[in-house]
């Protein structure tokens, strides 16, 4: 058999969708032609790569949002009218209604389930190992230059929370990202003179602050600020919008919270 | 969400972008209940989600009204000095997240590149875990098609990511 002859079935073999005599013809013709086996060996290898890039991507939670709100696929309840409801024909059908059941369950019980606390404190504990260099970050030409790599590396479903801290002469220099309890999250580290800080920036609430932080309300902004220690390494977390932004750093705590205070936009919600 | 993140992987590879991505996956949903009714119980939900998204993606794509570009910047951009290659070289531990991330990130990319007729099998092939069968149903198309588009794809694939896949080119 000729290598032009095989080389489509070489992909259905790398798929596992061959058998039979022709899987045995293109087994055979493997072992004797090194070409075709680098094919082979370059499609599995393909293969993988891609599906480890799959499982990478996860839908944004505003999408999950959207068709919770979707009237379409969720609509308003009829508790009274005595027109018969279209949708109750659904629930004459096993497997739908196990389908809808399982698409409103699990929502729910995704937005129900106890916050970690673990990741606010996984943040200082991120903070002291980046600072001792064994967290591998991104260095920059520019504050522009890592916020493209971190909004790149979550295909743009959001940016990581960017504040001008030259006063405290402190400019961003590097970021990474990282994943805690299954979420993304974006991390900016600043340094300079005035030391370093650790940016996080993640889709959260303010349930993700841990319990014991102390909750300081700033009523000019209307938003709460969560300042929390581990050893001497101080966070603060707020919440903007959608996004959780917790900053980490060895400067005192009173520092870092009014830090935190000034740079932060005003809440509307 | 039943099969959610499943939908949105396909969707946005499709699409290539994300805010057409989600567009394609609500609608996804909408049309399913609005639909239930030709769904055989017992039958892939997953495919048949599937089939209604990947119809209702190319009526828009073929009607031109809001993903058209097939060629567009993210080629472009892939092209350009990448800082993430460069960490790539300098980073080559297999385990790190950010390289996963900067995989992913070349992956898409490139998939991006593909004319949408390999660019789809591969889609629910590799992305989706679908079978050669499954993947013709939901593509209207002959198995043997699927078969030969995933060929041509891969190869064009593996032309974009060498440097990530590690095997070397048959002669």
Redesign the interface.
């Known amino acids: 058999m000729l290598c032009k002859e095989v080389?489509?079935l070489?992909?259905?073999l790398s798929?596992n969708?061959l058998a039979g005599p022709e899987r045995i013809v293109v087994e055979r013709h493997l072992a004797d032609c090194p070409?075709?086996r680098?094919?082979y060996?370059?499609?599995v290898?393909?293969?993988q790569?891609?599906?480890?890039?799959?499982a990478?991507?996860?839908?944004?939670l505003?999408?999950?949002e959207?068709?919770l709100n979707?009237r379409?696929?969720f609509p308003p309840r009829v508790v009274t009218g005595p027109e018969p409801r279209p949708w109750a024909s659904?629930f004459t059908?096993?497997?739908?209604a196990l389908?809808?059941l399982?698409?409103v369950l699990?929502?729910v019980i995704y937005l129900m389930r106890p916050q970690s606390p673990s990741l606010a404190l996984a943040a200082i504990e991120t903070h002291d190992k980046i600072t001792r260099g064994e967290v591998?970050v991104?260095r920059?030409?520019s504050p522009e230059?890592i916020k493209e790599?971190l909004v790149?590396?979550?295909?743009?479903?959001f940016a990581p929370m960017g504040y001008d801290l030259s006063m405290m002469n402190l400019k961003p220099v590097a970021g990474?990202?990282?994943?805690f309890d299954g979420r993304r999250v974006l991390v900016a580290l600043y340094q300079g003179d005035g030391g370093s800080l650790t940016c996080y920036t993640l889709v959260g609430t303010e349930r993700d602050a841990p319990p014991r932080a102390q909750a300081f309300f700033d009523a000019d902004k209307n938003m709460t600020f969560y300042s929390y220690s581990v050893g001497r390494t101080n966070a603060v977390l707020h919440r903007e919008g959608g996004l959780i932004c917790i900053l980490v750093s060895a400067m005192p705590m009173p520092d870092l919270l009014a830090l935190a205070r000034s740079k932060a936009a005003p809440s509307h919600s | 969400m039943t099969h959610l993140d499943h939908l949105y992987r396909i969707a946005y590879n499709l699409a290539k972008a994300p805010d057409d991505a989600q567009d394609l996956v609500q609608e996804t949903y909408a049309r399913a209940l609005g639909a239930y009714e030709q769904f055989a119980p017992g039958t892939h939900l997953k495919a048949w989600l599937t089939r209604i998204l990947y119809n209702f993606f190319v009526d828009r794509h073929h009607q031109g009204k809001r993903w058209v570009s097939v060629e567009d910047s993210t080629a472009q951009k892939n092209e350009e000095s990448d800082p993430w290659e460069k960490m790539a070289t300098e980073n080559p531990g297999p385990d790190s997240h950010v390289l996963r991330q900067e995989l992913s990130v070349q992956i898409t990319g490139a998939l991006g590149r593909l004319p949408e007729e390999f660019r789809a099998p591969i889609v629910l092939v590799d992305m989706g875990d679908f079978s050669y069968v499954e993947a013709a149903e939901v593509l209207s198309c002959p198995v043997g098609t699927v078969r030969s588009r995933l060929f041509r794809g891969r190869r064009l694939l593996h032309g974009y990511l060498k440097e990530y896949v590690g095997t070397k080119e048959p002669a």
């Open positions: 080389e489509e070489v992909t259905a798929d969708e070409d075709c680098s094919l060996q370059q499609q290898a393909l293969k790569v891609i599906r480890r890039a799959a990478e991507m996860k839908a944004p505003e999408l999950r959207k068709i979707d379409r696929v659904v059908r096993p497997a739908l389908a809808l399982v698409l699990l929502p591998t991104i920059g030409d230059a790599i790149r590396s979550v295909a743009g479903e990474t990202v990282q994943t």
